[in-house]
């Protein structure tokens, strides 16, 4: 897929070592979440709620 723009995604990176070995760490990476497809999905099933049930 070709993108016209390239999309920033702001992720938090938690870096801690590893107890009991040489220079090893665990990253624990959490991105961002985007909300938006789950809001539109919300909104339509509850316009379809309405339009069932009246």
Do not use: H
């Amino acid at each position: 897929m070709i993108l016209d723009e390239e999309v920033q995604q702001q992720r938090k990176l938690k870096i801690e070592p590893i107890q009991g070995s040489y220079n090893s760490y665990l990253v624990d990476e959490k991105g961002k979440r985007d909300w938006g497809g789950n809001i539109f999905l919300a909104c339509l099933a509850t316009i379809l709620a309405i339009a069932f049930f009246s």
